[in-house]
């Protein structure tokens, strides 16, 4: 029976990190581990096929061989010269033991070196609260490792080259014998590159790499809040030893805005309203990210009232409905009055006065619960 293809296997993309495999093998073999699915003979043949699978995927070297010729780069039977370096007869069991640490030695496997993926990289992007939420395209520059032209890459000054490295004879790594067990270890003297540099290059210091700038083109989905993160597949740091780019991650940050703050969907602001306005009623004109829209405030509103403007928030990133707007009244007192201004609230407040709870009715309770507050307390 011919064999599925082994990253439609661990539901992975061809151009899938290291991290994905690893994570996407965790789960299917969870989820089908015979444990948990007693007696399910597919279970046991899926459980099978994912764990072939990562054995495969998960290796450095086995994965390119298998990228390059299939299945036949990595089946030991098959006679090519890509799957010679893996095949042969059955694993030793130091073989095995190696495997299982193979995570705590850095991964790869002899021959030629070790392949290192890139580290990742973050980026945080500032953004108006307006860009936030109904997206944008913005270009941003971040520091990139490239090959030093001087030594075409190779760390070595001009007229030499890399040596092979004495230590592990090339293989990038060395065996280290603990008792019973052959463990299998990062060279530590090339760092599993397989060679030296004895004459480094004086513009990249031995490196390799030098140090320049690129231009990067992001798109914003409508939507992102602080915290958001995009993710830029393979514009990290570069792989050693002709290992894959790590990622870039764009953080992003929301920078405060003068009239509004987000809530989620929502969005809220304040908005000072006249005393008389308050007292009588009337309209006023509110400000949203999209235009402005008509409040209408009813008569004896009080400073603290939240109006809602439905619709008018943020649509969520994730998909779902947009949020609204939470309009907080807040009563302005009048200041700078002149005489005459000063005789009529004189005036307004002998009569409010009189009225008593009809036209303070807070106030009114308030000072009810005051005086039965004093009465009962003990002295």
């Known amino acids: 029976m011919a064999k599925r293809d082994y990253y439609e296997v661990l539901g992975v993309s061809r151009n899938a990190s290291d991290s994905d495999i690893k994570k996407s093998y965790r789960r299917m073999a969870m989820k ?28 450095s070297q086995k994965r390119a061989a298998y990228d390059q010729f299939g299945h036949a780069g990595v089946d030991p039977n098959a006679g090519m010269g890509a799957g010679a370096g893996f095949g042969g007869g059955g694993a030793s069991f130091s073989d095995i033991f190696s495997d299982v640490f193979g995570d705590i030695f850095g991964g790869g496997g002899p021959g030629g070196g070790r392949v290192y993926r890139g580290a990742d990289l973050r980026y945080t992007l500032e953004l108006s609260l307006e860009d936030a939420v109904f997206g944008t395209e913005t270009d941003i520059e971040v520091p990139t490792l490239v090959d030093c032209e001087t030594c075409s890459g190779s760390g070595a000054a001009k007229g030499s080259s890399p040596e092979t490295c004495p230590t592990c004879h090339g293989h990038g790594d060395v065996r280290v014998q603990q008792g019973f067990f052959s463990i299998q270890q990062t060279c530590p003297r090339c760092r599993g590159a397989g060679t030296i540099v004895t004459n480094p290059c004086g513009d990249c210091g031995g490196n390799g790499k030098v140090q320049q700038s690129k231009t990067l083109s992001v798109k914003i989905p409508a939507g992102v809040d602080t915290g958001d993160r995009i993710r830029l597949n393979g514009e990290g ?8 780019p790590g990622d870039l991650y764009v953080q992003v940050a929301v920078k405060p805005h003068p009239i509004f703050k987000r809530d989620g969907s929502d969005l809220r602001c304040e908005i000072p309203v006249a005393m008389p306005t308050a007292a009588l009623g009337g309209e006023l004109e509110v400000p949203t990210l999209d235009g402005r829209v008509n409040l209408r405030v009813p008569a004896g ?22 949020g609204d707007l939470l309009c907080r009244v807040t009563v302005e007192t009048p200041v700078n009055l002149t005489s005459r201004q000063k005789e ?35 002295f």
Not at 301 to 306: A, E, F, L, R, V
């Open 32 to 59: 089908y581990h015979p444990d948990r699915n007693p007696g399910d003979e597919d279970a046991e043949q899926r459980f099978k096929e994912v764990k072939e699978a990562y054995e495969i995927l998960g290796d």
């Open 237 to 244: 740091e570069p792989g050693e030893h002709g290992g894959p």
């Open 301 to 322: 509103t009080q400073s603290g009232k939240i109006f809602r403007v439905r619709g008018k928030g943020v649509k969520p990133v994730r998909g779902g409905p947009p």
């Open 344 to 378: 009529l609230l004189e005036e307004l407040a002998d009569t409010l006065e009189r009225g008593g709870e009809k036209h303070n009715p807070r106030g009114s309770s308030w000072v009810d619960s005051v005086k039965s507050f004093f009465e009962n307390m003990r």
